[in-house]
């Protein structure tokens, strides 16, 4: 089976999208020839599209940007639509994350990937959500072993080319909306954080110097 994987992450390869990819891929690397793709390193757009036109299977990893995908993806979507001919029955699976909390954030970007995925006659295998993802690139794998887990067993289906069902696209502990509660709790943490370091500064004598610049030039 030969797959495709898109990194549409403005970092390239210093992003959570590439983290994300390995872990769906870590179980099948040994039964798949494998075709990466890193949007933001790409310099010829079309000898890449090239490239993934002729893998058996498609996986779309990026960020949510500014509630859509990030411009280097669009570009990337209209250089395929200009040869959709290439990809016409071709199964794509998205995976969208975001460093929101809320799965919710992401559902618009969901409907454009499935109309995307209309206009170009692929076949629509679904979307991946990851809410809070930030953290995956400075936190160990542990913190995220369920979430690994349910991504990689995604992987297996991919090599099965079986169909993903909406159950096992979402994700271990992942919030659809937060609570009032929860939201009222967030807000309040900045104002509990000020409190902690303000109480640690009059503990160590400095909070009149923390306004302080000691490396500011001398006008």
């Not at 979507?77 to 954030?105: C, N, R, W």
């Not at 979307?127 to 930030?134: F, K, Q, T, Y």
């Amino acid at each position: 089976m030969k797959l495709a994987l898109i990194n549409g992450s403005p970092r390239g390869k210093s992003g959570n999208s590439g983290k994300l990819l390995d872990w769906l891929t870590r179980g099948i690397l040994d039964q798949t020839e494998i075709t990466r793709i890193i949007a933001a390193d790409v310099k010829n757009q079309q000898e890449s599209v090239d490239a993934i036109s002729a893998c058996d299977y498609i996986v779309c990893c990026f960020p949510l940007y500014t509630d859509l995908t990030p411009g280097i993806v669009k570009q990337f979507f209209e250089t395929m639509a200009q040869q959709k001919d290439k990809f016409k029955e071709k199964p794509i699976l998205y995976f969208v994350h975001s460093g929101f909390p809320e799965v919710t954030q992401s559902r618009l970007l969901e409907r454009y990937c499935r109309h995307f995925t209309h206009v170009m006659d692929m076949q629509y295998m679904g979307c991946i959500i990851l809410g809070g993802s930030e953290p995956i690139r400075y936190a160990p794998e542990n913190a995220f072993k369920k979430k690994m887990e349910a991504i990689q067993n995604i992987g297996l289906k991919i090599l099965a080319k079986a169909p993903i069902e909406p159950d096992a696209l979402r994700l271990p502990g992942q919030i659809e909306r937060m609570s009032r509660f929860r939201r009222f709790v967030l807000l309040l943490m900045p104002f509990l954080f000020d409190l902690f370091w303000n109480f640690e500064l009059k503990k160590n004598n400095a909070f009149k110097k923390r306004f302080d610049r000691p490396y500011a030039p001398v006008e």
